[in-house]
């Protein structure tokens, strides 16, 4: 049985594993419990790729192992692969070997109903006796982007992509809509260093990670998709401690109606909570509570230049003259103020805007 990880630990196994095996590994690599396997084969993983199976010899051209007990020396991460009925004796198998770190793939817990919830409290009791932090379950896993570690089954990554690292970090409780994100900010050229999706949250929390994520050197812009938040204090602290190293925290929150908090339960078992009172901690404690995913990706792209802004006063140029009325109203919205250009400056704007325009703000 292994000892739990502290924070350091954990994230340096889930983000930098030297060896990844993964329990109920499919020889199909088109299949869920396939797809990791041929990823990382794919994406170039340069660790040891241990695949689980006891009915095969090799699976995907890979020596393939009856059970965990018999791969030969360390393995620092697993994914388990096997439904939500099977998947807490998988990481209690982890904890015998000594696996720091497992994610659960299954769906078909809290999410579904009474049945579900039953099985997940097994699962968090197995992950607590046995010292395996756990990512999931309802978790299609994470990808990696500086070590080239992707034990997912996110179909992200069946197109023919490059992986760019970059420097902003992305934590989402959805699978689907993470990889959506994923998906966009490549299309929008923002590079990513992670991005980890933790599903139910029954160990590790969005939270947790954004707190690590604070500590890394990899990670300069944080980005988070809740529908509910597993534990608040964590946030707050992720959030002081994302200050304090100046790396702006930039969130999606969902569950602002009572159908929208009633989805999210029903899909990660999430609780949406009082919507006003994360809306005021976010205004507190300094995350940029943005509305949606092109908000959300705009703000990456500023904030990963590194720049800051130092006052409250803005310069607007548009093609538009009602764009840039729209652009001052909006900045006026959220107490920015559009000031009229010096007479210097209007003549140096003059001389190199078309001459159809007017060298004034909002100029147009």
């Known amino acids: 049985m292994s000892g739990r990880p502290s924070r350091t630990d954990l994230v340096d196994t889930l983000l930098h594993p030297r060896s990844i095996a993964v329990l109920g590994a499919s020889d199909n690599p088109r299949k869920l419990s396939g797809r990791p396997i041929d990823y990382l084969k794919r994406f170039g993983y340069a660790g040891r790729i241990l695949p689980v199976n006891s009915r095969r010899a090799t699976v995907q051209g890979l020596p393939a192992h009856p059970t965990l007990d018999a791969v030969d020396g360390d393995i620092d991460l697993a994914m388990v692969m096997l439904d939500a009925a099977h998947a807490a004796d998988g990481i209690r198998a982890c904890g015998r070997r000594g696996i720091k770190v497992a994610i659960v793939a299954a769906a078909g817990y809290a999410e579904t109903g009474e049945q579900g919830a039953l099985l997940q409290g097994e699962l968090k009791a197995a992950a607590e006796e046995s010292g395996v932090r756990v990512l999931g379950p309802n978790c299609l896993g994470l990808i990696s982007v500086h070590d080239r570690a992707v034990p997912t089954f996110t179909s992200a990554l069946d197109e023919n992509i490059e992986l760019r690292p970059g420097p902003v970090a ?107 009172v994360f809306d005021g901690a976010a205004r507190q404690f300094g995350l940029t509570r943005v509305s949606g995913v092109e908000p959300m990706l705009d703000a990456a792209q500023i904030f990963a230049t590194g720049r800051r802004t130092k006052g409250r006063r803005l310069t607007t140029l548009s093609l538009s003259g009602g764009a840039g009325v729209l652009m001052a109203d909006e900045a006026a919205t959220h107490g920015i103020a559009v000031d009229t250009w010096d007479e210097e400056w209007q003549r140096r704007m003059a001389g190199v805007i078309p001459r159809s325009a007017r060298p004034a703000t909002p100029s147009t």
Do not use: C, M, W
């Open 170 to 276: 992305f934590v989402s409780q959805s699978g689907a809509f993470g990889s959506f994100i994923f998906s966009e900010a490549r299309h929008y050229g923002i590079g990513l260093a992670h991005y980890v999706n933790t599903g139910n949250e029954v160990d590790i929390s969005v939270s947790e990670l954004l707190g690590a994520f604070a500590a890394t050197d990899e990670s300069k812009v944080l980005l988070a998709y809740l529908e509910g938040v597993s534990d608040g204090p964590g946030l707050l602290d992720a959030a002081r401690a994302a200050h304090a190293a100046d790396k702006p925290v930039i969130a999606v929150k969902v569950g602002r109606s009572a159908a929208g908090a009633r989805a999210a339960q029903s899909h990660t078992a999430s609780l949406a909570g009082e919507d006003r």
